[in-house]
C-alpha cells in the first residue's frame, strides 16, 4: 500500500503540473489577442495622424476654392463698374467688393492656421510611425516567444499525460475512483500529514487514524474533508529530549472532542509539556470547566488512552485558550468548537 500510496501522490503532482499547463495553453488565444490588439491600437495612431493630414488638405483647398470664387465675384462687380448711372448704385458695387474682400481675408487666415499647424501633423505622423515600427518588432518578437512557449507547454502536456496514463495503470482501479472523486470535487486527492494534523483542511487526526496512516497499510481518510491521507517519515521527523525518566520533553497540546465527558460530550485539551500530561474538559454544552487531571512522568497518548480512543479532533488556533479562560469558554468559541462536529 505503502509503494501505491506513493504511487497516487506522484500521479496528483502530474495531474497538478498538467492541469497549470492546460491553463496556461487556454491563456494562449487571450494572449495573442492582446498582442494584435496593441499592434493595431499602434496602427490606428498612424491612421489618425494620416487623416488629419488629409483633412487639413481638404479644408485648405476648400478655402483656396472659396477664395477663387469670391475673386470672380469681385472681378465681375469691378466689370460692371462702367455701366453704373448714379452714385448710390455706385456705392452698392463698393460694398459688394468690400464684403467679397473681407470673406477672402477670412479664408486667407484660416489657410494660414492649416499651413502652421502642418509641421506639427507631420511630426505627430513620424512620431506614430514610429513607435509602429518599434511596437511591431517588440511584438513580432512577443509572438515568436509565444509560440516557443506553447511548442515547449504543449510537448510538457503531452509528456505529462504519458506519464500519467502510465501510471494510472499502476493503481487499484477502486483507488483511483476514489482519487478522481475527490480531486473534482477538492482539487487536491492526497493530503499530507504533518504534526498529526492534514495539510490540507488543517485539522488534526484522530490518533488511532494517524496510527493507521503511518502504517502505510491502508487507505485513510481524513475525517474533517475525506482526502486520502498520506504520511512522509522525512517531514515528520522531531528532534525531543528526554529526562531522566525517559519521558520526552515535547511540548504538545491538542484539543478534542470526548463523548464520554460532560453530559453530552466535552471539549478537551491534551497537553504534553515537560514530562507532565495535563488533560483539561470543558463540557460541551455550557462550555464550563468540569476536570482538570495532570500526571508527572507520563504522556497524554498513554495516560489518557480510554479519554482519547473514541476522541475526534479538534482545530484551535490559540495557544492560550485555556489559560485565558480556565473556567468558561466563550460563546464564540462554543460555537465554532460545535460547528466542527459531524452534524446529527
Same mark, same amino acid.
Given at each position: ?13 502530474? #495531474?497538478?503540473?498538467?492541469? /497549470? =499547463?492546460? !491553463?496556461?495553453? *487556454? ?7 492582446? &498582442?494584435? @490588439? +496593441? ?79 502642418? #509641421?506639427?501633423?507631420?511630426? /505627430? =505622423?513620424? !512620431?506614430?510611425? *514610429? ?7 517588440? &511584438?513580432? @518578437? +512577443? ?79 481524513? #475525517?474533517?474533508?475525506?482526502?486520502? =491521507?498520506?504520511?512522509?517519515? *522525512? ?110
Amino acid at each position: 500500500m505503502a509503494t501505491e500510496l506513493d504511487t497516487l501522490v506522484e500521479l496528483q503532482s502530474l #495531474d497538478q503540473e498538467l492541469g /497549470k =499547463l492546460e !491553463a496556461l495553453l *487556454a491563456e494562449v488565444p487571450k494572449k495573442l489577442k492582446q &498582442i494584435d @490588439a +496593441q499592434l493595431a491600437s499602434a496602427r490606428k495612431r498612424v491612421e489618425e495622424a494620416q487623416a488629419e493630414i488629409k483633412a487639413a488638405e481638404s479644408t485648405k483647398r476648400q478655402h483656396e476654392q472659396e477664395i477663387g470664387s469670391l475673386n470672380d465675384k469681385i472681378a465681375k462687380f469691378r466689370s460692371q463698374s462702367s455701366s453704373i448711372k448714379n452714385n448710390d448704385q455706385y456705392k452698392a458695387l463698393l460694398s459688394e467688393i468690400a464684403h467679397a474682400e473681407a470673406e477672402i481675408a477670412a479664408h486667407e487666415e484660416k489657410i494660414l492656421e492649416v499651413m502652421m499647424n502642418a #509641421d506639427a501633423l507631420q511630426e /505627430k =505622423l513620424k !512620431a506614430a510611425e *514610429a513607435a509602429l515600427k518599434s511596437e511591431s518588432t517588440a &511584438i513580432e @518578437a +512577443q509572438k515568436k516567444q509565444t509560440e516557443a512557449d506553447v511548442a515547449g507547454e504543449h510537448k510538457a502536456a503531452e509528456a505529462a499525460k504519458a506519464k500519467i496514463h502510465k501510471l494510472r495503470a499502476r493503481i487499484d482501479e477502486t483507488l483511483l475512483i476514489t482519487y478522481d472523486r475527490i480531486r473534482r470535487t477538492r482539487g487536491i486527492a492526497v493530503a499530507e500529514v504533518t504534526e498529526q494534523r492534514c495539510t490540507a483542511c488543517k485539522m488534526m487526526v484522530r490518533p488511532q487514524a494517524y496510527a493507521r496512516v503511518k502504517a502505510c497499510e491502508e487507505v485513510v481518510h481524513c #475525517d474533517s474533508c475525506g482526502r486520502i =491521507l498520506h504520511y512522509v517519515v *522525512a517531514n515528520n521527523v522531531q528532534k525531543v529530549a528526554a529526562n531522566a525518566s525517559g519521558i520526552a520533553h515535547q511540548a504538545v497540546r491538542e484539543w478534542m472532542f470526548v463523548p464520554a465527558l460532560g453530559t453530552q460530550g466535552a471539549f478537551v485539551v491534551f497537553i504534553n509539556h515537560k514530562g507532565s500530561a495535563t488533560m483539561k474538559a470543558y463540557d460541551a454544552v455550557t462550555g464550563q470547566a468540569i476536570a482538570r487531571r495532570v500526571e508527572k512522568n507520563a504522556v497524554c497518548a498513554q495516560i489518557f488512552a480510554e479519554e482519547m480512543r473514541d476522541a475526534r479532533n479538534l482545530f484551535v488556533d490559540d495557544a492560550t485558550l485555556e489559560d485565558t479562560h480556565k473556567e468558561q469558554l466563550p460563546l464564540e468559541v462554543l460555537e465554532d468548537l460545535r460547528h466542527q462536529l459531524p452534524q446529527q
